[in-house]
């Protein structure tokens, strides 16, 4: 048996939650494994890797993407937001971070990164959401555990918070 060739590596630039990161990585890399493994940045979880669950959305350039239908190669550029990026520097919580705890919006917390970076997006988008487009908002990500009630109590609790912040 021959010697497996190498796997060519690629220096790429990585803008994460306000970060520049330097990473050589395989070209095929996708952008989920490089977030977890290369930076360490577990927040971002893989469950189904067809991009169905929504649970390795981060929000590239504000927009919620699929981490695990992502190469790194192509984020290279764009800035990155993982959940790790939702909270002020100090440590306060984020309008839709604060709105989950309040309203128990997470259960096992598989799905929940997912799940505040596209509510994090949705607001930005729509920041009154009515009832039915907060459902609207968060269709695209799967739950096992909640049944959704507390998830879209939740996207109405952060509109809430984030007027809130913006009155101030």
């Given at each position: 048996?021959?010697?497996?060739?190498?796997?060519?590596?690629?220096?790429?630039?990585?803008?994460?939650?306000?970060?520049?990161?330097?990473?050589?990585?395989?070209?095929?890399?996708?952008l989920s494994?490089?977030?977890?493994?290369?930076?360490?940045?577990?927040?971002?979880?893989?469950?189904?890797?067809?991009?169905?669950?929504?649970?390795?959305?981060?929000?590239?350039?504000?927009?919620?993407?699929?981490?695990?239908?992502?190469?790194?190669?192509?984020?290279?550029?764009?800035?990155?937001?993982?959940?790790?990026?939702?909270?002020a520097p100090?440590?306060?919580?984020?309008?839709?971070?604060?709105?989950?705890?309040?309203?128990?919006?997470?259960?096992?917390?598989?799905?929940?990164?997912?799940?505040?970076?596209?509510?994090?997006?949705?607001?930005?988008?729509?920041?009154?959401?009515?009832?039915?487009?907060?459902?609207?908002?968060?269709?695209?990500?799967?739950?096992?555990?909640?049944?959704?009630?507390?998830?879209?109590?939740?996207?109405?609790?952060?509109?809430?918070?984030?007027?809130?912040?913006?009155?101030?």
């Amino acid at each position: 048996m021959g010697e497996a060739t190498p796997e060519i590596r690629h220096e790429i630039r990585l803008r994460v939650n306000g970060v520049e990161h330097e990473l050589a990585v395989p070209a095929r890399r996708l952008l989920s494994d490089a977030l977890r493994h290369d930076l360490g940045l577990t927040g971002t979880h893989v469950g189904c890797e067809h991009g169905v669950c929504g649970s390795c959305t981060v929000l590239a350039d504000g927009r919620p993407v699929r981490s695990c239908l992502m190469l790194a190669v192509s984020a290279v550029g764009l800035e990155l937001t993982t959940v790790e990026g939702l909270a002020a520097p100090d440590g306060t919580l984020s309008p839709v971070q604060q709105a989950f705890r309040e309203c128990h919006g997470l259960q096992c917390g598989f799905c929940t990164p997912g799940f505040l970076t596209t509510i994090t997006a949705g607001l930005e988008a729509n920041p009154t959401p009515s009832e039915d487009e907060a459902r609207d908002m968060v269709a695209g990500n799967l739950c096992r555990c909640t049944g959704y009630q507390n998830i879209v109590a939740s996207v109405l609790r952060a509109a809430e918070l984030g007027a809130e912040e913006a009155g101030r």
